[in-house]
Each structure stands twice: as C-alpha cells, then as structure tokens.
T-cell receptor, first 115, second 113 residues
C-alpha cells in the first residue's frame, strides 16, 4: 500500500518568514495530494490540493509543489502569521480502482509562528 | 448551513461499555469515512461507506462497527473489543466515492477509563 512520510514534525518560524513542509510518498500511482490544517480540538480543514497532472498550485499565501519523479510534494506558506499556527497534514490518494480511493496521511507537522 | 456534525464533542465511558459516536452530514455526499487520530500520528481509516447500505473495513476496523441506513448518517460504535479506544475520532465525507476532495467534521474525543 501507500506510505507517506512528512517532515519536519515541528517547525517554528518568526512572523513574516516562510514555512516549508515536505512529504514523500511511496506509490508512483498516487494521483491526488491534499494538505489539511488542523487547529487544536478541531477537525482537519482542506487548505490546498494538487493533482498529479499539475506541478504547482497557488492560493494567496500558500502553494503546493509536486515532483512526481522524486515522489515528493511540499507545502509553502509565505508571510506567515500567528493564525497560521496549527498542525498540518499531507496526504496521498491512489486511484480508486487500486485502493478504493482512500487517503493515506503523513504524521503531521506542528507549525508555530511567533509574533 | 451545510456541513458535517459530530456529537458529542467529548465522550466519557467506562471500560467494557460499548459507545456510539454520531456523524451527520447535510452535504448530500454519497461517501463517508471514519478515522482515528492519536497524538503524534496521522489519521488512520477505520471504516468507509461509498453508498447507503454498504460499508467496508479500513485499516484498523477491529473492535469497531458501523451502519449506513441513511445517506446523511454514518454512526460508529466502539465496542468493548477495542483494546485502546481512547482517541480523537473524525468523520469525513466526499460528494462521491470517485471525488477527490474530502471534508472533515469537528471530531469527538472519546476517553475510556
């Protein structure tokens, strides 16, 4: 099955700096890579996603890049703000026919943005 | 106001008791999922349902049971057979099984003592 590794497990930055979280996946057939933000005591919120036919996607201060050859994808947050502090999860999805389209999640990154 | 609701937010039970967690969605989504989250770990899939009256085991189904009698409801029962039931439980849904985007509810924290 698919395996997703996420690094770093914790990340501390100063307000205004950039933050980068990286994930690697094992199965080259994976075709969808979402990123979720989870605030304390709440459910994960989908913040950005990318499909395997695209190399980069941006949405205001956040962006995701995908390198299919190396089987890794990254979340980039620019001009970080204290409200960006949360746990971030990456995930990978295999095509439905191979694994009922389930998401395999990384272990999470605790991002802290200091004012 | 469409979304996924889970109740209660906090649940306490004694060891040996079965407990049912509620998940309701008014998004008209076909597919629904239950995940378990433990500290420092990613989300692990317990059960999923792609359509009413059908459900399948995920990666860690032992000690859990589900039903899908209505499209909008997917309750999870944590049985006494589950060895380590204390965790944060998350329900999610997708428009269709083939859809990409999956949305989560607010979660239920279950504590068993």
């Amino acid at each position: 099955g698919e395996n997703v590794e996420q690094h770093p497990s914790t990340l501390s930055v100063q307000e205004g700096d950039s933050a980068v979280i990286k994930c690697t996946y094992s199965d080259s057939a994976s075709n969808y890579f979402p990123w979720y933000k989870q605030e304390l005591g709440k459910g994960p919120q989908l913040i950005i996603d990318i499909r395997s036919n695209v190399g980069e996607k941006k949405d205001q201060r956040i962006a995701v890049t995908l390198n299919k050859t190396a089987k890794h994808f990254s979340l980039h947050i620019t001009e970080t703000q204290p409200e960006d502090s949360a746990v971030y999860f990456c995930a990978a999805k295999l095509p439905r026919g191979t694994s009922y389209g389930k998401l395999t999640f990384g272990q999470g990154t605790i991002l802290t943005v200091h004012p | 106001d469409g979304g996924i609701t889970q109740s209660p937010k906090y649940l306490f039970r004694k060891e040996g008791q079965n407990v049912t967690l509620s998940c309701e969605q008014n998004l008209n989504h076909d597919a629904m999922y239950w995940y378990r989250q433990d500290p420092g770990q990613g989300l692990r899939l317990i059960y999923y349902s792609q359509i009413v009256n059908d459900f399948q085991k995920g990666d860690i189904a032992e000690g859990y049971s589900v039903s899908r009698e209505k499209k909008e409801s997917f309750p999870l029962t944590v049985t006494s057979a589950q060895k380590n039931p204390t965790a944060f439980y998350l329900c999610a849904s997708k428009r269709q099984a083939e859809s990409y985007e999956q949305y989560f509810g607010p979660g239920t924290r279950l504590t068993v003592t």
